[in-house]
């Protein structure tokens, strides 16, 4: 796997992840997009240690040190690469293809929101949705209930482990989840189904 110019990534700072894109590519080092909280670009003092991660045919990260923060019409970070993107996969246990129509209640909003999402996979530990246009944006630590209907209804419990944007499709979502104990037995049903 190598770095690309426009690639979309995650930048990992201070166990929180942003959305960035890839500015441009050097030899041993990276120049992305800055990170955006609200408004405000987000500039991490030069020696920060940072993660990126790349879902591209399955997940890949990479580990790295700001150099700089380059402010313009567009604020940058150069971030220096400690080695090539590695793959990795942190579920331990297998998962597999779905396509179901579900609604998952965001629980940690007041009033908990509703929203219509699709589950494309299914482990014993967790799955993976696919959200259009949630707003506000899913956040890790967030918890979900996802609601499935049809011949093995279900209400499965968990708490957001990473999200993706797909912004090519419009303000779409990728959302790992991981399940909570008492849904392991309705996630063991519909693996069986």
């Avoid at 209400?155 to 104990?181: I, K, Y």
């Amino acid at each position: 796997m190598q770095l690309r110019v426009n690639q979309r990534l995650e930048l990992w700072l201070g166990g929180r992840g942003f959305p960035v894109r890839v500015e441009e590519v050097g030899p041993g080092h990276v120049l992305l997009s800055a990170p955006m909280d609200g408004p405000r670009p987000v500039l991490p003092a030069p020696g920060t240690r940072v993660r990126g991660r790349l879902y591209q045919d399955g997940a890949w990260e990479f580990e790295g040190i700001v150099e700089r923060c380059l402010r313009g019409p567009v604020e940058t970070v150069c971030v220096r690469l400690e080695g090539l993107p590695y793959p990795v996969d942190r579920r331990s246990l297998p998962r597999r293809r779905a396509s179901m129509r579900v609604y998952v209640a965001r629980v940690d909003h007041t009033p908990p929101k509703l929203v219509a999402a699709q589950l494309v996979d299914l482990s014993e530990g967790g799955g993976r949705l696919e959200l259009a246009n949630p707003w506000p944006e899913p956040v890790a630590g967030e918890r979900l209930v996802v609601t499935l209907s049809g011949r093995s209804p279900a209400a499965l419990t968990g708490r957001v482990v990473w999200v993706r944007p797909h912004f090519e499709r419009g303000r779409n979502f990728a959302v790992g989840v991981a399940w909570s104990a008492d849904s392991v037995r309705a996630v063991r049903r519909l693996l069986d189904s």
